[in-house]
């Protein structure tokens, strides 16, 4: 396992809604497809980040990003703030449900330390000043910016 700072931007999701959606549209138990299929339904490049959680009993947080990048150090508030957000990406509250606060969908600008970003097939691209692989284990410290 490689651990490697990450930092990202994204809406947290939930297993049991991606669950949902890889069986209503019959894809296989494959996260980069699934990944791949949410992003062409509304046209933009997405990562899946898990964040491993210190207690192995709880389950992994999940998010669908527009933005991820690896990076030993964290970014600071306003580099993460300054990330442009694909005009279409919020539109992913019409595939999948994502966490809400107010009836508004949350959006997280995060640095953490424990996780695995999985990337759509297409895969191998550059983001920011970092190469994205198919699957790679990160590590982070919780550092909540949104």
């Given at each position: 396992?490689?651990?490697i700072?990450?930092?990202?931007?994204?809406?947290?999701?939930?297993?049991?809604?991606?669950?949902?959606?890889?069986?209503?549209?019959?894809?296989?138990?494959?996260?980069?497809?699934?990944?791949?299929?949410?992003?062409?339904?509304?046209?933009?490049?997405?990562?899946?980040v898990?964040?491993?959680?210190e207690?192995?009993?709880?389950?992994?947080?999940?998010?669908?990003?527009?933005?991820?990048v690896?990076?030993?150090?964290?970014?600071?508030?306003?580099?993460?703030?300054?990330?442009?957000?694909?005009?279409?990406?919020?539109?992913?509250?019409?595939?999948?449900?994502?966490?809400?606060?107010?009836?508004?969908p949350?959006?997280?600008?995060?640095?953490?330390?424990?996780?695995?970003?999985?990337?759509?097939?297409?895969?191998?691209?550059?983001?920011?000043?970092c190469?994205?692989?198919?699957?790679?284990?990160?590590?982070?410290?919780?550092?909540?910016?949104?």
């Amino acid at each position: 396992m490689v651990l490697i700072p990450a930092s990202f931007v994204g809406y947290h999701v939930f297993q049991e809604d991606l669950e949902r959606y890889r069986i209503h549209e019959h894809l296989p138990k494959n996260d980069r497809r699934l990944v791949y299929d949410i992003g062409s339904k509304i046209g933009v490049n997405l990562w899946l980040v898990r964040v491993e959680v210190e207690d192995e009993s709880l389950p992994s947080v999940l998010y669908l990003c527009c933005f991820a990048v690896h990076d030993p150090a964290p970014w600071d508030a306003n580099a993460l703030s300054a990330v442009p957000i694909p005009p279409n990406f919020p539109r992913i509250t019409e595939v999948i449900p994502v966490e809400e606060v107010n009836n508004n969908p949350k959006l997280y600008k995060l640095f953490e330390p424990y996780t695995t970003i999985v990337t759509p097939p297409s895969a191998n691209r550059i983001v920011g000043a970092c190469t994205m692989f198919a699957s790679l284990t990160v590590t982070y410290i919780s550092l909540s910016l949104a």
